[in-house]
């Protein structure tokens, strides 16, 4: 048998966190002590992993001694504290926030994409946010002969993204709709406005510029991931009514011109990608068509009407999974083939 890990996952009662527990029982990841963490009022519950019962504690630095990775998924704040105590432990922390993700010499990864960055850290790596990682494994490809000159994104992103407590306000506005109901002000607490039967061109806080952060997060994290400092990318980050699963449109220019069906050819060889590119009904990858599936559906390519060297597309992935915590696993899985963990 190869070697088995100390794991402790931070953030196990979140939905992230849920979705780690799913991702490694199904992947046959190699754990063996497990340390489910989360804050003191979930000290005490009991969730399932392959079958065992296992019981959920405070989370306390001293939770980090002897673990081989931490998995930290809770938000900001939590991050900057918890990751540098794991560290100082001796072990791995993989972010999920984005308290690191531009600090110098902490990886940044999509294992697809830049793996090799795992091999230099100082024992924080962090994981991209879930609308970066999809443009970045659908460009990769792309790009490997020619050059990218811009990139504008627009995405539609699905509620999970907020955290668990912004499904349940979906689906608590939903039921009071079809019960007749308007939203009062007292039902809406995720977002600034009502999530249920509206679209909301807000993700995160506004920045100077009139970006909002979240939009701040695909240039700048693309730019680390893709090693390409100065690529202008502009990006829209939309939050629509569905649970489970970001969609980004995609416009994409480069140096010379790219047919849809090179993409097509280019995307079918990436591993982590699938195609889903045919004109009849449904045949187009929607976001209940990526909900809880590894891969991320790419389609709709064309050859951009206002450039002969654009290409447009439509990329989708599931957020909780691809977006964070599969994306976690496939980095522990790399480094341990590597031998760098
Ligand atoms: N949702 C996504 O699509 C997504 C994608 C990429 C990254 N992320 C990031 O992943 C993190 C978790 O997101 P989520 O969507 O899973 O949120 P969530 O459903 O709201 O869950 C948050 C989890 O973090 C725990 N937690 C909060 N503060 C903590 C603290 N100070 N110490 C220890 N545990 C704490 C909570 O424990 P209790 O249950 O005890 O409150 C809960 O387990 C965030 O940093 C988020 O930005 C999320």
Redesign the pocket.
Known sequence: MGRELTVAL????????AEFLRCMAERDFPVGDLRL???K??EGRELNFRGQPHIVHE?TPDAFDGADVVFV???????LE?CPAAAERGAVAFD???AFRQQEGVPLVVPEVNPEDLRQHNGIIA?P??TTVPLVLSLHPLIQDRALTRVIADTYQAT??????AVTELREQNAAIAGGATIDADQISEYPKQIANNALPQVDVFLDDGYTKEEWKMLAESRKILHLPALPLSATCVRIPTERAHAIAVHADFDRPISPAEAHQRWTAQPGLRVVDGRAAGEWPTPLDADGIDETLVGRARVDSTNPNGLAYWVVAD??RK??ALNIIQMVEWMLDDGCL
Do not use: F, I, K, P
């Not at 931070?10 to 966190?17: D, E, Q």
């Not at 999970?160 to 407590?165: E, I, K, Q, T, Y």
């Open positions: 931070v953030g196990a009662t979140g939905v992230v966190g963490l989360a804050t009022r979930s989370t998924s809770a938000s900001t704040a939590a991050s918890l999920d926030s984005s994981t946010n879930c999970s993204g907020s955290g668990g407590a957020n909780l977006g964070a």
